[in-house]
């Protein structure tokens, strides 16, 4: 499914916004069983958390393209796992909080019962094996997050990580994949202020942020929230929507000159 996202949300922005059923079905028929068509396919778009919504019989959009980044719904998320690899590791602890208009108005925060947890993992973490006996289940755990996430931009410190490990776990469990765009808060930080370095740690530190322990889920998952805050302070006139502050995270030099010049 991420290829249908990615190339949905390309043609998305090639066109305002805004495709025709006839748009829409020639992306979506490329990736479609003889057990899927066109209007299966939207209904496992929007489950997956990728922001599409249908107009009419016609015309579909994707909405961060016309919510403001402020009105934007954001849910920031951190992780702590038992290892680096999905396939081999697990989450053990899950933290979210769910922001929209400057506001914190939903947040996530559970273990997940894991039977494996090295000894060098409860040293960075402060996780106790004990901790994690009577947690929910992996699948009940991230099914809790898939429906606390629902469409809202999927947002993280070093979102690569978090965002692959997630994505892989879900499909494991049968939570599909993840659809929800993303946000990097390293890379937007990178974008908007100067700093010696990026890490988590570092921005805690130097940007004076109060948190209660590094390396825990949910003090994280505040922490990087308050990074994209720090960052909102100086984005540029022009991103005005969530899909252009996505596109600025991730846009060269270039391009932001090119983009201040024009406005």
Same mark, same amino acid.
């Not at 490329?30 to 496992?44: A, G, M, Q, R, V």
């Not at 403001?68 to 951190?78: G, K, L, P, T, W």
């Not at 879900?170 to 974008?191: D, H, Q, S, V, Y």
């Given at each position: 499914?991420?290829?249908?996202?990615?190339?949905?949300?390309?043609?998305?922005?090639?066109?305002?916004?805004?495709?025709?059923?006839?748009?829409?079905?020639?992306?979506?028929?490329?990736?479609?069983?003889?057990?899927?068509?066109?209007?299966?396919?939207?209904?496992?778009?929007?489950?997956?958390?990728?922001?599409?919504?249908?107009?009419?019989?016609?015309?579909?959009?994707?909405?961060?393209?016309? &919510?403001?980044?402020?009105?934007?719904?954001?849910?920031?998320?951190? @992780? !702590? /796992?038992? +290892?680096?690899?999905?396939? %081999?590791?697990?989450?053990?602890?899950?933290?979210?909080?769910?922001?929209?208009?400057?506001?914190?108005?939903?947040?996530?925060?559970?273990?997940?019962?894991?039977?494996?947890?090295?000894?060098?993992?409860?040293?960075?973490?402060?996780?106790?094996?004990?901790?994690?006996?009577?947690?929910?289940?992996?699948?009940?755990?991230?099914?809790?997050?898939?429906?606390?996430?629902?469409?809202?931009?999927?947002?993280?410190?070093?979102?690569?990580?978090?965002?692959?490990?997630?994505?892989?776990?879900?499909?494991?469990?049968?939570?599909?994949?993840?659809?929800?765009?993303?946000?990097?808060?390293?890379?937007?930080?990178?974008? &908007?202020?100067?700093?010696?370095?990026?890490?988590?740690?570092?921005? @805690? !530190? /130097?940007? +004076?942020?109060?948190?209660? %322990?590094?390396?825990?889920?949910?003090?994280?998952?505040?922490?990087?929230?308050?990074?994209?805050?720090?960052?909102?302070?100086?984005?540029?006139?022009?991103?005005?929507?969530?899909?252009?502050?996505?596109?600025?995270?991730?846009?060269?030099?270039?391009?932001?000159?090119?983009?201040?010049?024009?406005?």
């Amino acid at each position: 499914m991420q290829k249908v996202f990615n190339e949905l949300t390309t043609a998305f922005r090639k066109h305002d916004g805004v495709l025709s059923e006839e748009q829409y079905k020639h992306i979506v028929t490329k990736y479609t069983t003889l057990l899927e068509d066109s209007d299966t396919i939207f209904i496992l778009l929007q489950a997956s958390g990728y922001p599409i919504s249908q107009i009419d019989d016609e015309t579909y959009r994707l909405e961060t393209c016309f &919510t403001s980044h402020e009105a934007q719904r954001y849910c920031v998320i951190d @992780i !702590e /796992t038992n +290892g680096a690899k999905p396939g %081999t590791s697990q989450v053990i602890e899950i933290g979210a909080i769910m922001i929209q208009n400057g506001q914190i108005i939903n947040r996530l925060e559970t273990f997940v019962e894991c039977a494996f947890l090295p000894e060098y993992i409860s040293k960075i973490t402060g996780i106790e094996p004990t901790d994690l006996i009577g947690a929910p289940s992996r699948k009940e755990a991230l099914t809790q997050l898939r429906h606390f996430m629902e469409d809202a931009v999927f947002v993280a410190h070093n979102a690569d990580f978090d965002y692959s490990f997630l994505d892989a776990s879900f499909e494991r469990f049968g939570l599909g994949n993840i659809g929800n765009p993303k946000l990097c808060t390293i890379e937007l930080a990178r974008r &908007t202020f100067e700093s010696e370095r990026y890490g988590l740690a570092y921005l @805690i !530190e /130097t940007l +004076g942020i109060e948190t209660a %322990t590094h390396h825990r889920a949910f003090s994280d998952a505040v922490c990087a929230a308050k990074v994209m805050e720090k960052s909102f302070e100086t984005l540029p006139e022009y991103v005005d929507t969530a899909d252009a502050l996505l596109q600025f995270s991730k846009s060269s030099k270039k391009e932001r000159r090119l983009k201040k010049d024009k406005n």
